[in-house]
């Protein structure tokens, strides 16, 4: 099925610093959206974008909706051990069902 | 409120059987999806209810994949016959509709389900 594409695929980092990941597509999306998920569990919603151009923040992390509508990225600042998990990114076309179409992940390690 | 639950957690089956999983969304919540996640990738839609209404199927739901909501709250999926490739991860959402922004889903935990 179709997927966006995302990367990094994977991230090893130190305690402290600072991650980006981004997500392409090559259509466009009217919502961004950025979930985290953890072993044996669900996505869970970090940030949601509405606007081309908009600019979200969410505590450590910050987000923002490519200009074209095609893309995204997600930096997360000052990365803690808690951070470990795997990002997503999703789009959603709107439309009746809002239905979400997502990258294929970025597994975020973080080493204490 | 506990949000999305799903049971099973985790079944075990042989290939050929027929299995069927359960999720209750979030109580006020109208709309309910389904999911499905392998190893390594995002999820990709399934299928979608408003109220006990399918309303969008996607490509990935064969024949042998049926779901239904019948009193508008709980949905079951069930995968007959199921073969190997059937092996992953069974995610359940809610949402509630309209929504003057969407905010994306409530995702319960899912089902992984193993064909062996």
Redesign the interface.
């Known amino acids: 099925g179709q997927q966006l594409n995302q990367s990094p695929q994977s991230m090893f980092i130190q305690e402290g610093e600072d991650v980006s990941m981004n997500c392409t597509s090559s259509s466009i999306f009217n919502t961004w959206l950025w979930y985290k998920q953890e072993p044996g569990e669900g996505p869970v919603l970090l940030i949601a974008l509405y606007k081309a151009g908009e600019l979200t923040s969410n505590g450590r992390l910050t987000a923002q909706f490519g200009i074209t509508r095609k893309d995204s990225f997600l930096n997360i600042s000052a990365s803690i051990p808690s951070d470990v998990g795997i990002y997503f990114c999703a789009g959603s076309r709107g439309g009746a069902g809002n239905m979400l179409t997502f990258g294929g992940g970025t597994r975020l390690m973080v080493k204490p | 409120d506990t949000g999305?639950s799903q049971n099973p957690?985790h079944k075990i089956t042989k290939r050929g059987q027929n299995v069927t999983f359960r999720c209750d969304p979030i109580s006020e919540h109208n709309?309910l999806?389904w999911?499905r996640q392998t190893l390594?990738?995002?999820?990709?839609?399934l299928t979608?209810f408003?109220n006990e209404a399918q309303?969008?199927k996607?490509?990935?739901l064969s024949d042998r994949f049926s779901a239904e909501r019948p009193k508008g709250s709980f949905s079951t999926l069930e995968i007959q016959r199921t073969e190997q490739g059937d092996s992953a991860m069974y995610?359940c959402?809610s949402?509630l509709?309209p929504d003057l922004?969407?905010?994306?889903?409530?995702?319960?935990?899912?089902t992984?389900l193993t064909v062996v």
């Open positions: 999305v957690r709309r999806y999911y390594g990738q995002g999820p990709e839609f979608y408003q309303l969008e996607s490509r990935l995610l959402a949402s509709a922004n969407f905010n994306g889903y409530t995702f319960g935990s899912g992984r």
